[in-house]
């Protein structure tokens, strides 16, 4: 299994203000992804996280709003910019190896815009 | 768009098995069955998968049919801590690995 880490957990933040959420995983994973759970909601992928190149944004979500960086094979970020309080949700990284192999999730970056 | 049809709700006696079922009528060949479960705050945690074979682990089983086109999750005996929603996703298990969530069963455990 794949242990997933990120910062902050929570975090409460004034609109108009930017936000850059952390994802470490404690191996190398081939796959990276981000995805957002609004309140009441089930989840929906944001971008798959590419290493070394840009992020493959879903329909309806753009590089402008939600940059993503992904250095390494074990780490990438989420930056959730110029928040409104619409942005106020559950920020969730997910990894694994590919090759039917399991798609594990962190605990989630909780994000209130006040 | 999530390709799985699950019941909104569903209870559960404690000590009981809990079945929950999936359907996946348009799942192709290569697309995996994968089961997830949230307990209020917290990530999505994985159960189980399964490409045509019955799966079983410490948690619980997955039977898939002969077509494929349903399944279902057994947790054999069900506790107050397995009160969650349950999610059945189809997936490529290759070189894909993007999850399509649907919005899942909501599992109460009663006791």
């Known amino acids: 299994s794949a242990v997933i880490s990120q910062k902050p957990s929570r975090d409460i933040c004034q609109r108009g203000t930017s936000l850059t959420i952390q994802c470490q995983v404690d191996s190398q994973v081939t796959m990276m992804f981000w995805y957002r759970q609004q309140p009441g909601q089930s989840l929906t992928l944001i971008a798959t996280?590419?290493?070394?190149?840009?992020?493959?944004?879903e329909s309806g979500f753009v590089i402008d709003k939600f940059p993503i960086s992904r250095p390494n094979l074990t780490f990438s970020t989420l930056t959730v910019s110029n928040m409104s309080p619409e942005d106020s949700s559950i920020y969730l990284c997910?990894?694994?190896?590919?090759?039917?192999?399991?798609?594990?999730f962190g605990e989630g970056s909780w994000l209130t815009v006040v | 768009d999530a390709k799985t049809t699950q019941p909104t709700s569903m209870d559960c006696a404690e000590g009981r098995a809990a079945n929950l079922p999936c359907n996946h009528s348009?799942?192709?060949?290569?697309?995996?069955v994968y089961w997830y479960r949230q307990i209020h705050s917290q990530g999505p945690q994985y159960i189980i998968h399964g490409l045509k074979n019955n799966e079983t682990n410490e948690m619980a089983s997955l039977i898939i049919t002969e077509d494929r086109k349903s399944s279902t999750l057994i947790l054999p005996h069900a506790t107050l801590r397995d009160t969650a929603v349950y999610y059945c996703?189809?997936?490529?298990?290759?070189?894909?690995?993007?999850?399509?969530f649907g919005k899942g069963t909501k599992l109460s455990v009663k006791p």
């Open positions: 996280a590419n290493q070394g190149s840009e992020a493959t944004y």
């Open positions: 348009t799942i192709s060949g290569n697309e995996y």
């Open positions: 997910s990894a694994g190896r590919g090759n039917g192999n399991t798609i594990y």
């Open positions: 996703i189809v997936a490529i298990g290759g070189s894909q690995g993007n999850l399509i």
